[in-house]
């Protein structure tokens, strides 16, 4: 959902590794590291 902000010098890399299952509210955990996330684009660009 982010990728229209991002500029083509920045490389993500998805490696989630082992995650373990924990209780939450889906949307709200997608709701913070999509806030995480942008903030770190906001800091690159």
Do not use: A, T, W
Not at 6 to 29: A, D, F, T, W
């Amino acid at each position: 959902m982010l990728n229209h902000r991002l500029k083509s010098r920045v490389k993500i890399i998805k490696e989630y590794g082992n995650v373990p299952m924990v209780e939450c509210h889906s949307s709200q955990i997608n709701q913070v590291f999509m806030n995480i996330i942008g903030k770190g684009i906001d800091i690159l660009e």
